[in-house]
């Protein structure tokens, strides 16, 4: 896997909304974002500025607007965000986490049924 940016807790906003509709332009990005933050479009602009220079957004410019687009899917960037946080605060012990997560967690019949068989198929032959 090619190395992957590292993405801000506020720049994963500006993704979601690029992984869910593009090609998209910075307009549409700051309206989506209006509903759910009380960013600036300034603000907005930077961080599409940055995702750009992490190489994390490509952009083609259409007339007097630029077109954003991911270069990363997102995928791949929760997968490393996901390994990155079982690291840095499990040392990468997924037992430990995931015991930790059960202990912590009131489940469903459903959800523990659903756990058990995506444990089955882990299983090896």
Excluded: H
Aim: proline share 4%; with cysteine; net charge neutral.
């Amino acid at each position: 896997m090619k190395q992957l940016p590292q993405i801000s807790e506020t720049e994963w906003q500006v993704m979601k909304v690029i992984w869910t509709k593009s090609p998209i332009t910075a307009s549409l990005v700051i309206s989506q974002l209006e509903e759910s933050t009380n960013w600036k479009p300034k603000t907005v602009k930077t961080l599409l500025g940055r995702l750009v220079k992490k190489n994390a957004l490509g952009f083609e410019k259409e007339n007097r607007e630029y077109l954003y687009y991911p270069l990363v899917s997102e995928q791949d960037c929760v997968k490393a965000e996901n390994q990155s946080f079982l690291k840095r605060v499990y040392d990468g012990a997924f037992n430990v986490m995931f015991a930790r997560f059960l202990e912590e967690q009131q489940l469903s019949d459903k959800e523990i049924d659903e756990l058990k068989r995506i444990l089955e198929e882990k299983k090896p032959e």
